[in-house]
């Protein structure tokens, strides 16, 4: 069974950057799409960013286009979410979805598998 771990999250200021890293259990991850998501109090959950199998092909959330930036590492069966200029608005926790049965990168596609999550706190 697919099981996907985040970590990378903590608390940083206004304008500082985080790396979030979501390792696969499994690594036929390969062949499955990569989707980043985030979920604030309060707000319905936003795909984030979302990667193609082959990491060709991704899709930024408007809010995040020019400072997150998503890759994978399928030889290490590993998504990342490289976050820059963070803003309060950012603060969120923050999951990794995946699905064996997608390949592209449309993050309004309804992913089977979900991490549990992490924290992203950024201040004021």
């Known amino acids: 069974q697919l099981q996907l771990v985040e970590s990378g999250g903590g608390l940083v200021q206004t304008g500082g950057s985080l790396s979030l890293s979501c390792a696969a259990s499994v690594s036929t991850m390969v062949y499955y799409s990569l989707g980043w998501f985030r979920h604030a109090p309060g707000m319905e959950r936003e795909g984030v960013a979302c990667?193609?199998?082959?990491?060709?092909?991704?899709n930024h959330a408007d809010s995040v286009k020019g400072r997150f930036t998503i890759s994978r590492n399928n030889a290490k069966s590993t998504v990342y979410l490289q976050m820059n200029s963070l803003k309060p608005e950012d603060t969120a926790v923050y999951y990794c979805?995946?699905?064996?049965?997608?390949?592209?990168?449309?993050?309004?596609?309804?992913?089977?598998?979900w991490g549990q999550g992490t924290q992203v706190t950024v201040s004021s």
């Open positions: 979805a995946a699905d064996p049965a997608y390949t592209d990168y449309n993050c309004a596609y309804e992913y089977q598998s």
């Open positions: 990667i193609s199998s082959t990491g060709g092909l991704a």
